[in-house]
C-alpha cells in the first residue's frame, strides 16, 4: 500500500462529456503528479503540482487541466472527452526533493464510448 | 530526456536471481536512474533508484556502471510474485527545488516460472 488513493477506480463517460478525477497524496507528500497510460504503454506524463501550482506539463492539449488543494490531494480535468482518451489514469506523490520517490495510486480506468 | 533501452521480455526460474539489464547512454551527470515495476491494471510500484553508486534495499539491489550508461536491477531469489512489467528510467527534475517526471518506456515482461 503506497498511501495514494483514487477514485473513482473505473469510469464510462461519452465522447464530449468532462470528467473529473480525484487523488489524495500519501501523508507529507506536497508534490502530486498525473499520468496516462494506454493499453499496452507505458504510462505517460500530463502534468506536476507542487504547493498548488502547476510545476510542469507533459504533451497534452490544455483540455486536460489540473489542481492540488491546500490539503495536497489533487484533481484531473478532461473536458471534451475522445475515444483516444480511454486509458488508466494515475496518480503519484511524492515530497519534491531530490532523490525523490513517487508513489503511485491504483488508478482510475475511463472508458470513453 | 535521457532515453532507455530493456530488453522486451525475460524469463527466470522461481528461487533463482532475476537481472534485468538496461541501457542509458544518453544520461546526464546528475540524473537518477529509477526502477519500477508494473504488475497488470494495478499502479506502477517503487523498487529502487540510484545516481552512481550502487544501491541495495529489501526489494531488489541496483548495479550501475562507472561510467553510468547502464545499470542491471538485481532481484535475488525470484518468486511468481514478482513476475511484472519492469521500468528502467532516467528522472528528469523540473525545476531546481522541486518535481521531477518519470519518463516510461516499454519495460521489460519478467516472468518468473514455477
Known amino acids: 500500500e503506497t498511501g495514494v488513493t483514487q477514485s473513482p477506480t473505473h469510469l464510462i463517460k461519452t465522447r464530449g462529456q468532462q470528467v473529473t478525477l480525484r487523488c489524495s497524496s500519501q501523508?507529507?507528500?506536497?508534490?502530486v503528479s498525473w499520468y496516462q497510460q494506454a493499453l499496452g504503454q507505458g504510462p505517460q506524463f500530463i502534468f506536476q503540482?507542487?504547493?498548488?501550482?502547476?510545476?510542469g506539463r507533459g504533451n497534452f492539449p490544455p483540455r486536460f487541466s489540473g489542481l492540488q488543494f491546500p490539503n495536497y490531494s489533487s484533481e484531473l480535468n478532461v473536458n471534451a472527452l475522445e475515444l483516444d482518451d480511454s486509458a488508466l489514469y494515475l496518480c503519484a506523490s511524492s515530497w519534491g526533493g531530490i532523490g525523490e520517490k513517487l508513489f503511485f495510486g491504483s488508478g482510475t480506468q475511463l472508458s470513453v464510448l | 530526456d535521457a532515453k532507455t533501452t530493456q530488453p522486451p521480455s525475460m524469463d527466470c526460474a522461481e528461487g533463482r536471481a532475476a537481472n534485468l539489464p538496461c541501457n542509458h547512454s544518453?544520461?546526464?551527470?546528475?540524473?537518477?536512474v529509477y526502477w519500477y515495476r508494473q504488475i497488470h491494471s494495478q499502479g506502477p510500484q517503487y523498487i529502487i533508484h540510484?545516481?552512481?553508486n550502487n544501491e541495495t534495499n529489501e526489494m531488489a539491489s541496483l548495479i550501475i556502471t562507472e561510467d553510468r550508461k547502464s545499470s542491471t536491477l538485481i532481484l535475488p531469489h525470484a518468486t511468481l510474485r514478482d513476475t511484472a512489467v519492469y521500468y528502467c528510467i532516467v528522472r528528469v527534475r523540473l525545476s531546481e527545488t522541486s518535481g521531477s517526471r518519470l519518463t516510461f518506456g516499454e519495460g521489460t515482461q519478467l516472468t518468473v516460472n514455477p
Open positions: 501523508s507529507g507528500h506536497n508534490t
Open positions: 503540482y507542487y504547493r498548488e501550482e502547476e510545476n
Open positions: 540510484g545516481l552512481k
Open positions: 544518453t544520461i546526464s551527470g546528475n540524473e537518477y
